[in-house]
C-alpha cells in the first residue's frame, strides 16, 4: 500500500462547527505532516508528527488542533474556523530520517481535503 | 522569506519538445531536492529527487540538475508529452529535520 488516504474530499462548514479532517497511511512511515494550500500558491506547513508525538508547529492558530491516534492515523480537528481558513488541507507522511544522510526522505501526500468556511 | 523560489509563474511547450523548469534557493544547508507534480484538484505526486553529493539524476524522460555555487536547480523533461501539463513544485529539505520548503510552482502547459 502506498497510499495516504484523506477523508473527506470536501468539507463545507460554519464558522461555529466543529469538524474534523481524517489521513491514513500504511507505508509505515513514522512522520506524517498537515500542509495548508491556497490558490497559486506552495504548500504550506502546519504540523509534524515524529513518532506519534507532535514534532513541529508552525505558529497556527488553535482553532487548528492536531491529534496523532496511532503511528497510522493524523486527524486535524477544527473549531470556530474563519472564512479565510478555506483551502485545501494535504496530509502526507514520510520516513524518519532526521540525522541521517538523506536521499530517501521523500514526501507522500494525500490527495486532499478541500475546505470552504461560510 | 521564501527559500525556494520558482521565478517563472507558467510555461508554454509543444509537444516533443524539450520543457526546463528552473528552481533557486538561497539556504546553503539545504541537502536534498525534490520535484512534485500537480494536477487539480488532486495532492502533489513525487517526481524525481537529487541529493547534493551529485550534480545531475536522470529518470527516463525527467532529468534534474543541481548547481550547488549557484544554488539552482532545474528539471528538464524530454520529449514533452500533454500529460506532463500540471504545476511542478520544487522543494527542499535538510536532514536536520522534517521541514521541506516548497517553491511556489510553475503551471506546464504542453500543447498538442
Known amino acids: 500500500d502506498t497510499e495516504v488516504t484523506q477523508t473527506p474530499k470536501h468539507l463545507v462548514m460554519g464558522m461555529t462547527n466543529k469538524k474534523s479532517l481524517k489521513c491514513e497511511q500504511h507505508?509505515?512511515?513514522?512522520?506524517m505532516y498537515w500542509y495548508k494550500q491556497k490558490a497559486k500558491k506552495p504548500p504550506e506547513l502546519m504540523f509534524v508528527?515524529?513518532?506519534?508525538?507532535?514534532?513541529i508547529n508552525e505558529s497556527v492558530p488553535s482553532r487548528f488542533s492536531p491529534e496523532c491516534p496511532n503511528s497510522s492515523l493524523l486527524n486535524l480537528h477544527l473549531h470556530a474556523l474563519q472564512p479565510e481558513d478555506s483551502a485545501l488541507y494535504l496530509c502526507a507522511s514520510s520516513q524518519e530520517l532526521r540525522g541521517v544522510t538523506s536521499g530517501a526522505n521523500v514526501l507522500t501526500f494525500g490527495a486532499g481535503s478541500r475546505l470552504t468556511v461560510l | 522569506d521564501q527559500q525556494v523560489k520558482q521565478n517563472s509563474p507558467s510555461l508554454s511547450v509543444q509537444e516533443g519538445r524539450i520543457s526546463i523548469l528552473n528552481c533557486d534557493y538561497t539556504n546553503s544547508m539545504f541537502d536534498y531536492f525534490l520535484w512534485y507534480k500537480k494536477y487539480p484538484a488532486e495532492g502533489p505526486t513525487f517526481l524525481i529527487s537529487i541529493s547534493s553529493i551529485k550534480d545531475k539524476n536522470e529518470d527516463g524522460r525527467f532529468t534534474v540538475f543541481l548547481n550547488k555555487s549557484a544554488k539552482h536547480l532545474s528539471l528538464h523533461i524530454v520529449p514533452s508529452q500533454p500529460g506532463d501539463s500540471a504545476v511542478y513544485f520544487c522543494?527542499?529539505?535538510?536532514?536536520?529535520?522534517?521541514?521541506?520548503?516548497f517553491g511556489t510552482g510553475t503551471s506546464l502547459t504542453v500543447i498538442p
Open positions: 522543494a527542499a529539505s535538510t536532514n536536520t529535520g522534517n521541514q521541506f520548503y
Open positions: 508528527y515524529s513518532y506519534e508525538k507532535l514534532s
Open positions: 507505508m509505515g512511515h513514522r512522520a
